[in-house]
Nanobody
Framework: QVQLVESGGGLVQPGGSLRLSCAAS????????VNWYRQAPGKERELVAS????????TYADSVKDRFTISRDNAKNTAYLQMNSLKLEDTAVYYC?????????WGQGTQVTVSS
């Protein structure tokens, strides 16, 4: 069964850092582009960052540019989202999404809470 499993969420103070991981299994991860989305309570799901299958191209939402970094290690079938200088408004459930030529996959999400 195809799996995308996020981890690394938690509670952090404003200005702190977290690194999220997205571990993939049972599909061709190296052929997939990967996106990180987030959804805060009462808000629509928002695209945060994207990375191409080779890792050569990355894009970011304006709200996280220069604070978040998306990366991947195809040898480990894992994508990452390094989040620095976290703000209260970054609080959300973060989801990993992988897109291959044949299918889209979603993880179950990991909660990130930024609070003092």
């Amino acid at each position: 069964q195809v799996q995308l499993v996020e981890s690394g969420g938690g509670l952090v103070q404003p200005g702190g850092s977290l690194r999220l991981s997205c571990a993939a299994s049972r599909f061709s991860f190296s052929m997939a582009s990967v996106n990180w989305y987030r959804q805060a309570p009462g808000k629509e799901r928002e695209l945060v960052a994207s990375i191409s299958s080779t890792g050569g191209t990355t894009t970011y939402a304006d709200s996280v540019k220069d604070r978040f970094t998306i990366s991947r290690d195809n040898a480990k079938n894992t994508a990452y989202l390094q989040m620095n200088s976290l703000k209260l408004e970054d609080t959300a459930v973060y989801y990993c999404n992988a897109i291959t030529p044949l299918a889209h996959y979603w993880g179950q999400g990991t909660q990130v809470t930024v609070s003092s």
